[in-house]
T-cell receptor
Framework: NAGVTQTPKFQVLKTGQSMTLQCAQD?????MSWYRQDPGMGLRLIHY???????DQGEVPNGYNVSRSTTEDFPLRLLSAAPSQTSVYFC???????????????FGNGTRLTVT | KNEVEQSPQNLTAQEGEFITINCSYS?????LHWLQQHPGGGIVSLFM???GKKKHGRLIATINIQEKHSSLHITASHPRDSAVYIC??????????FGTGTRLQVFP
């Protein structure tokens, strides 16, 4: 099992550019989620999904879009990058619902994004 | 609003000391996670609790459902334990909310 694969590791964007952060898992997890980590603020939930075709907003969804067309993939799209989106982004997955009660979280290695 | 409060924010210890990190949360959680993040960024899951106590090596995690409180203990701390420890509450909607983390430094 590869676990959670997150790409790219680093990205520099200019203001207004768009891009997609990729997240894939091979553990058949229903739950997938995206977080941003900023100094002094901890991890904040951007969007999450409990299965293919189902997504929901987290604490800080503005400026980001997600879709979940398959169980394995959960891409995060920045539609028009802004300097405020400079951050480290993490994807995580686990089982969902009652299956989650004994399911640890599995994290990708993170993407360091800089918007100039 | 679903919230998670973690304390202390920073913790310094001498090698061998007993460490306690605390986490409080609001109602309706289905599970409480403890995570470890080393400098350089990777996040690793340490424990997932819905009741009682779990132990793995020198790490012990406990949760008190009535008091909405969880603790992570490290016995006989070692410099390699230096990291940021994060608690995260999983609410019944499957939404995860994270504490701001505790930065632990253990000196030899």
């Amino acid at each position: 099992n590869a676990g959670v694969t997150q790409t790219p590791k680093f990205q520099v964007l200019k203001t207004g550019q768009s891009m997609t952060l990729q997240c894939a898992q091979d553990m058949n997890h229903e739950y997938m989620s995206w977080y941003r980590q900023d100094p002094g603020m901890g991890l904040r939930l951007i969007h999450y999904s409990v299965g293919a075709g189902i997504t929901d907003q987290g604490e800080v969804p503005n400026g980001y879009n997600v879709s979940r067309s398959t169980t394995e993939d959960f891409p995060l799209r920045l539609l028009s990058a802004a300097p405020s989106q400079t951050s480290v982004y993490f994807c995580a997955s686990s089982y969902s619902g009652t299956s989650s009660y004994n399911s640890p979280l599995h994290f990708g290695n993170g993407t360091r994004l800089t918007v100039t | 609003k679903n919230e998670v409060e973690q304390s202390p924010q920073n913790l310094t210890a001498q090698e061998g000391e007993f460490i306690t990190i605390n986490c409080s949360y609001s109602v309706g959680i289905s599970a409480l996670h403890w995570l470890q993040q080393h400098p350089g960024g990777g996040i690793v899951s340490l424990f997932m609790l819905s009741s009682g106590k779990k132990k793995h090596g020198r790490l012990i995690a406990t949760i008190n459902i009535q008091e909405k409180h969880s603790s992570l203990h490290i016995t006989a701390s070692h410099p390699r334990d230096s990291a940021v420890y994060i608690c995260a509450a999983r609410y019944n909607t499957d939404k995860l909310i994270f504490g701001t983390g505790t930065r632990l430094q253990v000196f030899p």
